[in-house]
């Protein structure tokens, strides 16, 4: 894969698409251009409408090429790019592979793991058969969450010595419907679709934690995931949301919006409420809380297979609608779902703690481009000078069809 200089963002989030162009340059992604624009229809309950989704990406695409000249000495018009969707739509299959090497008197080399990283590959595809996903999925992408040399751990195999090799994977499955509808939107956009990346994969980039745990609360589910130096292990999913947990918390107050519940709930946390009303709906979201909690721990439990978790954990609630999901995970009940040894330490995602990003619009900040922003991240390692076997993993991934090359978007 040639070096990257130049490369287009666009992450399809709920309501809305941003799009970024970045510069790349040794590990960092600079952002020179960024932008939204609103796209309603995005996520698990919706197919995917292409004729909607282009013309949210163009103008959002158009934007962010535009701010690029206030950034750098002329307008910046990548033709390559990563595109975000929404990890609802998406299923984790994580698989191991070893190798005993033929002369382990030898150095390992860039051959050698990559027909490792090959045969990952291919028992991704073979157990996504077996387990039962059907024809309208397909591997979008993966990850190289750990790799060992004679049962040790190691950050880049090449050059050491040792008689076997294992390299941990995670794959990520996509419908195959959207699949071709971010093709068809790359192509009427005349860019080349390089990458799609869960929302989840990129939020684990930034987290540079030998061993950690993430936890993301959306609108209508909730996912934890173990993370390894950015790289996600395993994925728990629960069906418990934001939503579902205000609903649960406010059904004795009869509300008959969602507008209603916000309103309700902020003068709650405000201490603005009638004291008996403030202790029912005090009990009530106590109890969607725990639900929330044990359905979360029970999927992990059936996710990880292990006899404990890191005590460390990151945390970002995606609508922002719940601040005190985070408080709870530093409760006692909490403690006592999982087995974490001690008390876990909860800790908020935050852009700021995103390293090797770099805005130069000043418009990427707070917790709306915390996804964005990780996103960058990701694309930035994959296209470090020393991580090719990230790259060598996103060019056998062979859901993208070898059509002829799009007209570039430098022309306009």
């Known amino acids: ?99 005993r090497r033929r002369n382990a008197k030898r150095p390992i080399s860039l051959e050698e793991m990559a027909a490792l990283l090959r045969r990952g590959y291919r028992t991704a595809q073979d157990r996504a058969q077996d387990q039962g996903y059907s024809a ?16 040790q751990s190691v950050l880049d195999p090449i050059g050491l010595y040792g008689e076997a090799v294992e390299a941990q994977l995670c794959f990520f499955l996509a419908p195959v419907v959207w699949i071709r509808a971010l093709e068809a939107v790359a192509a009427r956009l005349e860019l080349a679709l390089t990458s799609i990346v869960p929302h989840h994969m990129a939020y684990a980039a930034p987290l540079g934690e030998p061993e950690a745990l993430m936890v993301l609360l959306d609108e209508d589910h909730s996912l934890m995931a173990l993370v390894r130096n950015g790289r996600i292990e395993w994925t728990a999913r629960a069906p418990v949301g934001a939503g579902k947990m205000l609903q649960g918390a406010t059904e004795d107050f009869n509300l008959s919006s969602p507008q209603h519940i916000a309103l309700l709930m902020r003068a709650y946390r405000a201490g603005q409420l009638r004291e008996d009303f403030e202790e029912t709906l005090a009990r009530a979201f106590w109890r969607e809380l725990r639900h929330w909690m044990t359905a979360l721990a029970e999927q992990a439990q059936r996710a990880a297979s292990v006899q404990h978790f890191p005590p460390r954990l990151f945390f970002f ?17 909490w403690e006592r779902c999982l087995p974490f040894g001690r008390c876990p330490e909860v800790l908020e995602m935050e852009t700021s703690n995103v390293r090797n990003v770099l805005d130069w619009t000043s418009r990427a900040g707070g917790p709306a481009f915390l996804l964005l922003r990780s996103a960058a991240h990701h694309i930035a390692r994959v296209y470090a000078p020393s991580h090719a076997l990230e790259r060598l993993l996103i060019e056998m991934i062979h859901w993208r069809r070898a059509a002829a090359k799009h007209p570039s978007r430098r022309g306009r």
């Open 1 to 99: 894969m040639p070096e990257m200089r130049h490369h287009t963002l666009m992450t399809w989030e709920h309501g809305h698409v941003r799009a970024a162009v970045l510069q790349l340059n040794e590990g960092t992604a600079e952002i020179m251009g960024v932008a939204a624009a609103p796209v309603h229809g995005i996520g698990g309950t919706n197919l995917p409408d292409v004729e909607r989704w282009y013309i949210g990406g163009e103008r959002a695409l158009t934007q962010a090429e535009e701010m690029t000249a206030h950034s750098s000495s002329r307008k910046v018009v990548p033709d390559d790019v990563t595109m975000c969707i929404p990890s609802e739509v998406t299923r984790d299959l994580p698989v191991t592979v070893s190798q």
């Open 136 to 151: 309208s999925e397909d591997i979008v992408c993966g990850c190289l969450t750990r790799l060992t040399v004679d049962g």
């Open 317 to 333: 609630d995606v609508p922002r609608a719940v601040p005190e999901a985070r408080l709870s995970l530093e409760t006692p009940f």
